[in-house]
């Protein structure tokens, strides 16, 4: 008998495989940090024989080029794909023999031109699973315009999804079970399910893109409608996945250098790092190291790192729980981020008891801010959460700043206001608060509670109004 393993990273969205049979086993879409999937191929006493990509990753940087090099394994590709290191292209509809069962490659171009499926056939050689990474999510499909070239328009992407669902996929038995490579929280698409799996016949009910009665033409503007902006860290980890990258035992090695609060200080004066603070956001508000910034681990903590400092060469300096060192250097290298060049040894309380300064960032309930609000007025009012959460519901005449665009609209804010930011709950607040404090915005006091303690109170009338000032922060995508 096989066995499939779904192996899924919350923080990221993302889902990838093990699958084993006969004393031989495959990996689809490895996470950077290979050594589970070797423990577990040691565990059971088998070889893994192949390493399965779908497509070259934008959110995420894969555990591919490790996972060959420790084990041996092909790194395998669907048709189109071009790598800067040695790999294996395959053909469309090549089989692949792994113990007693097979994996057989569907080409499903259009979310990228390279993607590809990987169809599980069992030892009966019935269609059984189908790994269809980014082309087909639960509830949803891959976004087109992540893999444009000077030839190719996002609605030439779109058509190609389009064929390839209903050519390659919908035809597949509805008993067929679909493993995809990501679910909700995930920017690869617009509007996934919280379930991590289903069959070809529910998504044939249930997902919008895939309705029997659906044109091309309909396909193409539903896929392409309110399409946001992708971050952008995207095009660094696409050239890392398909051109290659340091290892992670090196990039492990260099980042667990413990260093004193003296030499933490002396290292951020000589290299400009980036002071990444990883606590809860309730933890950071009461007290963190001036300039640094918070992004907590408790969160979607490595997505919110690539969308907002973007550069993955910057030097990083953590300031992390102490036992949580090697947990926030390996979520960091997985968008990518591969330069920490230290942590601070004994955490924040280590640099407090020194004596050095910090700073703090206050916090005020629902009914204080309505009467700062009367006071101060609305336009004080950031609301940092994401573009349909805002369309969904907000405070009136409160503007859109979703945190995911930070780095475009900080032009918009005036340094010597006072901004009172919100989001669903904290944390994506205070992440914003503390970069807008590191750039000098002294007057940024975090909502408590959020969106929801602002409902709650009564003292904020709502709407679902959306100005075309918030569709431009949004950097909401217009396709011809």
Request: net charge negative.
């Amino acid at each position: 008998m096989h066995k499939i393993e779904q192996i899924y990273t919350g923080c990221l969205a993302q889902g990838a495989y093990y699958i084993e049979s006969e004393g031989e086993a495959a990996v689809i879409d490895p996470l950077r940090e290979v050594q589970p999937y070797l423990d577990r191929a040691e565990k059971s006493g088998v070889k893994i024989k192949y390493v399965f990509e779908t497509h070259f990753h934008a959110d995420f940087v894969s555990g591919h080029l490790d996972l060959s090099k420790k084990t041996g394994a092909p790194i395998v590709y669907g048709p189109n794909a071009q790598t800067g290191f040695e790999s294996y292209t395959a053909k469309d509809g090549e089989v692949f023999q792994l113990g007693k069962v097979r994996i057989k490659v569907l080409h499903t171009p259009g979310h990228t031109m390279e993607s590809t499926s990987y169809l599980l056939l069992d030892e009966n050689g019935k269609e059984t699973a189908l790994f269809s990474g980014d082309t087909l999510f639960i509830g949803d499909v891959g976004r087109p315009d992540l893999a444009q070239k000077s030839d190719l328009t996002i609605n030439d992407l779109a058509g190609f999804l389009y064929d390839s669902l209903r050519e390659k996929i919908m035809t597949l038995p509805d008993e067929v079970i679909v493993y995809p490579a990501h679910g909700a929280g995930s920017a690869c698409g617009k509007n996934m399910s919280k379930e991590t799996t289903s069959t070809i016949g529910l998504q044939k009910i249930q997902n919008y893109a895939l309705r029997a009665d659906m044109s091309k033409a309909q396909f193409i503007y539903e896929v392409t409608d309110g399409l946001t902006a992708p971050p952008q860290y995207f095009p660094l980890n696409v050239k890392m996945n398909k051109q290659g990258y340091e290892s992670f035992d090196t990039v492990m090695n260099r980042a667990t250098q413990a260093l004193t609060p003296a030499a933490f200080e002396e290292a951020a004066n000589a290299t400009g790092a980036t002071l990444l603070d990883v606590r809860t956001a309730q933890e950071f508000a009461k007290g963190f190291i001036p300039n640094s910034i918070n992004i907590g681990l408790d969160g979607q903590f490595a997505p919110w790192v690539g969308a907002l400092l973007m550069d993955v060469a910057q030097p990083v300096l953590l300031i992390a729980p102490q036992g949580q060192e090697e947990e926030s250097i390996t979520r960091l290298s997985r968008v990518g981020f591969d330069q920490v060049i230290g942590y601070l040894k004994g955490g924040f309380e280590a640099w407090e008891n020194a004596g050095n300064e910090v700073d703090q960032i206050a916090s005020i309930p629902a009914s204080e801010l309505a009467e700062k609000v009367a006071e101060l007025g609305v336009e004080h009012v950031l609301d940092a959460r994401r573009p349909g959460e805002y369309a969904a519901e907000h405070a009136k005449d409160v503007g859109s700043f979703p945190l995911d665009y930070l780095n475009d609209f900080v032009g918009e804010l005036d340094k010597n206001e006072t901004y009172f930011i919100h989001c669903a709950g904290g944390y994506r607040s205070m992440i914003m608060a503390s970069i807008l404090k590191a750039r000098g915005f002294e007057n940024v006091v975090d909502v408590a509670g959020g969106f929801k303690a602002m409902k709650d109170s009564g003292l904020f009338e709502t709407t679902d109004y959306v100005c075309p000032n918030s569709l431009r922060r949004q950097g909401v995508k217009e396709v011809a």
